[in-house]
């Protein structure tokens, strides 16, 4: 990793695209800090931190901490992550949207053309919603005190700014796919995640390596912290890096006066096919009925503790919570084959193979292939879910034995390595054209 950053750094158009895209991270990150015009600053905290470690620790979490501090870049780039993801469900629901992703370059820029639209719907519906719930809590002060008008005006410039800061994260996002070294997005979600590390991190080495009782006691637990860490860490790369290559070979053809084909090639399919999608679908329908419940009452109903992570694998009384997190696994598992159904189609790759001459040794095209396919996307499924349900549990499990309310977790490390591992084959594929160029003009 580190030799391909010097090898980049060393080419100039690659080093700028590296400073554009930094120069671009570090105005996401100033934005998280500039808070709400209108908003009462005692009462942002006290507000805030009653979410902290229940149905808005993720959600935080992938907002760098700007939902915390109530910023202009409050929603961030949530509106635009959830509208990519029921984008990509209407194009399998949807037969228009589906042949308009099949048409190339110009359908798939209509598609992010929708997308964003559906961003921007979503920024103002959720800022509306967080602006009207917070208001009645206080956060723009003491509503007896305004008028109608004023307490509506604070209200009104609220949503403003929290959906137009919603979009321009999102427009920051993909000046960096076009100036910048790209995957835009998620490397705003990453570095939004990685800012809350070093929080993070000193409040555990403060619970258990400060108060440790004497220096071995806080040896121990700054031990246990760092080879925790590299655990999951070493988990993730595993889970990611992990595929099942699947043969195919190509029958001869005779082509003109040549025989053409007679190659051997393999049908990649990832370990985790679907990536942190399974969690996020089980986190958001959890979260859902919390946040709307916290608006309502302003309180906790006890149903609620059931839904809420932070309450999971507790002692004592409190055990009876862990059902929620029972739940949530067969919930994991089955997103991860629903998602995989969605976006890899057995049927239509072992057509496209027979239509190419191509075959996997051993199985008869068509009919066989399909389901030879769907066999081994059954298993290798599976075994991504139980793997992704490991890495996503240890923290959960860790914070309900310890007491410990995390804004990281498994599914951030998914997407920190994750996005990490991308953006380095990016920056390779960068240096690969630049040398087939630098071949080509000489």
């Known amino acids: ?35 709400i015009p209108g908003t009462d600053s005692s009462v942002i905290k ?17 907002t760098g901490g700007s939902f915390e501090n109530m910023s202009l870049f ?12 029921i984008m990509q469900l ?11 992703q099949k048409d190339g370059e110009e359908g798939r820029k209509k598609i992010a053309e929708f997308t964003r639209y559906m961003t921007i719907v979503l920024a103002l519906i959720e800022s509306i919603a967080m602006a009207i719930g917070f208001g009645s809590q206080g956060l723009f002060g003491n509503k007896t005190s305004m008028s109608t008008a004023e307490y509506v005006w604070v209200i009104a410039v609220a949503v403003i700014t929290m959906t137009a800061g919603s979009s321009l994260v999102m427009w920051l996002g993909e000046t960096v796919n076009e100036k910048g070294i790209g995957n835009g ?46 655990v999951i860490i070493a988990l993730v790369v595993i889970l990611q890096g992990g595929e099942r290559r699947i043969p195919v070979q190509y029958a001869k053809k005779m082509q003109g006066r040549k025989m053409v084909g007679g190659q051997s090639s393999h049908i990649p399919l990832k370990v985790n096919t679907a990536g942190v999608i399974p969690i996020i679908f089980a986190q958001s329908i959890f979260q ?26 507790k002692g004592g009384s409190d055990i009876k919570y862990s059902i929620g997190f029972i739940v949530y ?6 997103f991860a084959y629903f998602y995989t159904s969605i976006t890899f189609n057995p049927m239509e790759v072992a057509d496209n193979m027979k239509k190419q001459g191509g075959f996997i040794p051993g199985i008869r095209p068509g009919k066989p292939t399909t389901d030879y396919l769907n066999t081994m996307l059954n298993y290798i499924v599976f075994i991504g879910a139980v793997g992704l349900l490991i890495v996503a549990a240890i ?11 995390l804004s990281i977790g498994g599914t951030s490390m998914i997407i920190i390595v994750g996005v990490v591992l991308e953006t380095l084959k990016q920056i390779e594929s960068m240096m690969v054209v630049r040398n087939y160029k630098g071949f080509l003009t000489e």
């Open 329 to 334: 696994i067969v919930m994991v598992i089955g």
């Open 46 to 62: 006290e507000l805030t931190t009653q979410f902290a470690g229940g149905a808005f620790s993720f959600f935080d979490a992938m």
């Open 185 to 230: 997005i998620s490397i705003v979600l990453l570095i939004n995640i990685v800012a809350r590390i070093p929080n993070d991190f000193a409040s555990l080495f403060d619970k258990y390596v400060m108060n440790g009782s004497s220096v071995g006691a806080k040896g121990l637990g700054a031990i246990l912290i760092v080879v925790a860490t590299l």
């Open 1 to 35: 990793m580190l030799k391909t950053l010097r090898d980049a750094l060393k080419v100039q158009e690659i080093r700028k695209r590296l400073l554009y895209t930094f120069f671009i991270l570090v105005i996401v990150r100033i934005g998280c800090q500039v808070p």
């Open 288 to 313: 859902f009925p919390v946040v709307i419940a916290r608006f309502i009452t302003g309180g906790t109903p006890e149903w609620t503790k059931y839904i809420t992570s932070s309450y999971w694998c």
């Open 395 to 405: 923290p959960i499990v860790f914070s309900g034995i310890t007491g410990s309310n």
């Open 90 to 100: 209407l194009t399998i629901a949807i037969p228009a949207l589906e042949e308009m």
């Open 74 to 85: 409050a929603l961030n780039i949530t509106p635009y992550i959830t509208a990519s993801i």
